[in-house]
């Protein structure tokens, strides 16, 4: 693993009078075979803050931050590298909360080996000697592929209910499986999870959701979601969506419940649109219990997407694009819309037809587990195409006249965006209506205010 390090990293540790280790991912990723990234260097030792650093200071590390309470100091290198190192110790928690109540320092590797979550995230790398050290048997359980907790699990999972959401994240990225135990352990804790942050939330299922982007397992998120929903986790975080677990669709369309569908939606679905994947059904569980039918799921998963997001503290520009591909990811589903009115809405979502056309693919593909082109998706790219070769503008700036100049033509200020919003859409029924002087005639006949 040494190879692999820094070598600001390897000079501090030659500098150390202390055994200076590397904790936690970056070990465990090596140890899978998979790249060892700089972002993820904790480190740790049974040393003292002084002691660490009058080391750091020597190599020309940035002190950027001490906590004396938690023994962690914030480091960074000449070239912008940061490190996170913490002293050897041990947490005591009270029930449920994410943050120990106590600490205690230690020189002892098993103690603060036991503080951690799981035994293949507490195998240490003795930087100076080029040796692991593994107090609790997690290489192992990393070459079995076995998330195993570092503790009792019941122990483990009622110190702090973050850990519950490690788990599935962890599972899906790794591609390991819980052991009986911790399995076990998770679902007796799972209440554990409301105690948590929403902002936490978020951002472990937003890393579980892009969890096959981290080392390339296809089916990652999907194994994490399949998690969450055994562990009881999911209803926690997510009840509106749990609530389709068993909830039958019609089979002439659906393999699958409404919850599985949407698992093998984010399944089908490029990185980008997990979230609009996710939560493209959601409305589907309240409608059938308020309505006994799912006629109106695409506009009230609208509104619980919006909820949902906001509830768990997701950025503004996410709730937006999540909540607008959830309102119109059945659009045309019968494939009878007529052309003209599909040409219109091109043009008014064209900034997120990519997305939206790969959510409907992914939807498409989840009903039965067919892969081939979706009708819908099939039948509106060819009416782009259309639209492209005729010189249609799917944006103002492609407009053969700007708002200035219909401002001169006499459209009043107050009025200009109206106009240049009916020109679009005009123009996106033929594109050789694109012409200065037609549409200059069509807004001023439309938009001049009487004298």
């Known amino acids: 693993m040494r190879e692999f390090l820094p070598d600001n990293l390897l000079k501090l540790a030659d500098v150390c009078q202390f055994s200076l280790y590397i904790i936690g991912g970056s070990v465990r990723d090596y140890l899978c075979g998979f790249p060892v990234r700089d972002a993820d260097l904790d480190l740790c030792a049974a040393a003292e803050e002084e002691e660490m650093l009058s080391a750091a200071e020597k190599c020309g590390f940035k002190v950027r931050a001490v906590y004396r309470n938690t023994g962690t100091i914030k480091l960074e290198d000449e070239n912008g590298t940061g490190y996170e190192f913490t002293r050897f110790r041990s947490d005591k928690y009270v029930r449920g909360v994410h943050t120990p109540s106590e600490i205690t320092f230690t020189s002892d590797m098993g103690t603060d080996a036991r503080r951690r979550d799981f035994t293949c995230n507490a195998v240490y790398y003795d930087i100076a000697k080029g040796e692991f050290r593994d107090p609790l048997g997690g290489m192992s359980d990393i070459a079995q592929k076995c998330l195993r907790t570092v503790a009792p699990a019941k122990k483990v999972f009622g110190e702090d209910g973050l850990r519950l959401m490690r788990l599935c994240r962890l599972a899906a990225q790794l591609g390991f499986s819980p052991d009986g135990e911790c399995l076990d352990g998770a679902r007796e804790h799972a209440d554990l999870i409301r105690d948590i942050a929403p902002e936490r939330v978020f951002a472990e299922l937003t890393q579980l959701l892009l969890s096959d982007t981290r080392h390339g397992f296809r089916d990652a998120p999907y194994r994490g979601l399949c998690l969450m929903r055994d562990t009881g986790v999911l209803a926690r975080v ?156 799917f944006t103002l700036s492609a407009l053969a006249v700007n708002g200035k100049e219909l401002q001169e033509a006499g459209v009043p200020v107050q009025k200009t965006a109206a106009a240049l919003a009916d020109l679009l859409r005009y123009t996106a029924g033929n594109g050789a209506r694109n012409r200065k002087e037609e549409l200059i005639r069509r807004a001023v006949s439309l938009f001049k205010e009487d004298l």
Request: aromatic share 8%.
């Open 238 to 393: 997510l009840p509106e969506l749990a609530l389709g677990d068993g909830m039958k669709q019609r089979p002439d369309f659906h393999d699958h419940d409404v919850l599985e569908h949407s698992f093998r939606c984010v399944r089908y679905s490029p990185p980008e649109i997990r979230f609009a994947a996710l939560f493209h059904d959601v409305g589907k569980p309240f409608c059938m219990i308020r309505d006994g039918n799912y006629h109106a799921h695409a506009e009230e998963g609208t509104r619980l997407t919006e909820e949902i997001l906001g509830r768990l503290k997701a950025p503004k520009k996410l709730i937006r694009e999540t909540a607008r591909l959830v309102s119109l990811h059945m659009r045309d589903l019968d494939g009878k819309m007529k052309e003209s009115k599909i040409r219109r809405e091109i043009v008014r979502d064209y900034d997120i037809l990519p997305r939206l056309f790969a959510l409907r693919q992914a939807d498409f593909s989840a009903c039965k587990d067919d892969l081939s082109v979706a009708p819908s998706v099939k039948k509106w790219t060819a009416i782009v195409h259309e639209m492209q070769e005729e010189g249609v503008p």
